[in-house]
């Protein structure tokens, strides 16, 4: 492996989906390698030092098939944390395009149980048990951390109307699910069944994974849309801002885990 190391030699690895939402990282990182893991294909993964903190970058893929079984090969690499990043849709009028949240905890919002009269997620009411717990908890300490690292970075992130308005950084519980939310209907519904603030596809799956490993991690999305009818639209025309201030706020928080 490339890259100058920590002190145990192991990396942070910075899970991403989308190469759009990895390009931020590869322009801040140096000494950047690449990696094959074994089965190859678009789970290709980089390695190198982002402000002299050990980095691995790697692609997963979409949905949380691909994000969770890609994490799970690329934690032969021991890394010391793990952070899902990228963009993700905002749930209520709470957030603007730009905004970026800190995972308090994440969840899966299609998981749990189907019949005719709508849908229950685990762990909520459900008649059935889900076997597991479909709600997971950041680590406080390192969320806590990671918040206070990044405190006064809104006013140099991208508001893309150009106005000049400090971009919100918050925490916040960030819903998963292997859907694209392109319909206000259904974003309504998820956000009344989870309490969730933002939605996206990938970030419970790799907590999962971490947490399962005993690895501390944080899922970071920067607003990309609104889950609406006008999301695919706006999803095209924002992720590489989303993808950027997302990728800003982790570079600045890589410390806290070194502290976690």
């Given at each position: 492996?490339?890259?100058?190391?920590?002190?145990?030699?192991?990396?942070?690895?910075?899970?991403?989906?989308?190469?759009?939402?990895?390009?931020?990282?590869?322009?801040?990182?140096?000494?950047?390698?690449?990696?094959?893991?074994?089965?190859?294909?678009?789970?290709?993964?980089?390695?190198?030092?982002?402000?002299g903190?050990?980095?691995?970058?790697?692609?997963?893929?979409?949905?949380?098939?691909?994000?969770?079984?890609?994490?799970?090969?690329?934690?032969?690499?021991?890394?010391?944390?793990?952070?899902?990043?990228?963009?993700?849709?905002?749930?209520?009028?709470?957030?603007a395009?730009?905004d970026?949240?800190?995972?308090?905890?994440?969840?899966?919002h299609?998981?749990?149980?189907?019949?005719?009269?709508?849908?229950?997620?685990f762990?909520?009411?459900?008649?059935?048990?889900?076997?597991?717990?479909?709600?997971?908890?950041?680590?406080?300490?390192?969320?806590?951390?990671?918040?206070?690292?990044?405190?006064?970075?809104?006013?140099?992130?991208?508001?893309?109307?150009?106005?000049?308005?400090?971009?919100?950084?918050?925490?916040?519980?960030?819903?998963?699910?292997?859907?694209?939310?392109?319909?206000?209907?259904?974003?309504?519904?998820?956000?009344?069944?989870?309490?969730?603030?933002?939605?996206?596809?990938?970030?419970?799956?790799?907590?999962?994974?971490?947490?399962?490993?005993?690895t501390?991690?944080?899922?970071?999305?920067?607003?990309?849309?609104?889950?609406?009818?006008?999301?695919?639209?706006?999803?095209?025309?924002?992720?590489?801002?989303?993808?950027?201030?997302?990728?800003?706020?982790?570079?600045?928080?890589?410390?806290?885990?070194?502290?976690?």
């Open positions: 492996m490339g890259g100058t190391a920590g002190a145990d030699g192991r990396p942070i690895l910075i899970v991403t989906a989308l190469e759009a939402e990895r390009a931020p990282f590869e322009a801040l990182a140096t000494g950047i390698e690449r990696r094959e893991l074994r089965t190859g294909g678009e789970r290709d993964l980089l390695t190198g030092t982002i402000d903190v050990f980095v691995a970058l790697l692609r997963c893929g979409v949905g949380k098939v691909a994000a969770a079984s890609a994490t799970t090969e690329a934690m032969e690499l021991a890394p010391r944390g793990v952070v899902s990043v990228g963009s993700a849709a905002s749930l209520h009028r709470g957030f395009i730009g970026v949240v800190i995972s308090t905890e994440v969840l899966q299609d998981f749990g149980t189907a019949h005719a009269g709508g849908f229950d997620l762990g909520y009411g459900a008649p059935l048990p889900s076997g597991g717990d479909p709600r997971i908890r950041a680590p406080e300490e390192l969320g806590a951390a990671a918040l206070d690292a990044a405190k006064g970075l809104g006013s140099q992130l991208i508001d893309p109307t150009g106005a000049g308005r400090e971009i919100r950084l918050s925490r916040g519980v960030i819903a998963t699910g292997d859907a694209f939310i392109n319909d206000h209907v259904t974003r309504d519904a998820i956000q009344a069944q989870s309490g969730a603030d933002l939605v996206e596809m990938e970030g419970a799956a790799i907590a999962y994974v971490a947490s399962r490993h005993g501390p991690w944080l899922v970071v999305r920067s607003v990309s849309d609104a889950g609406d009818g006008g999301a695919h639209l706006s999803f095209d025309r924002y992720l590489p801002i989303a993808a950027m201030n997302a990728a800003s706020v982790v570079a600045t928080i890589l410390p806290a885990f070194g502290s976690y």
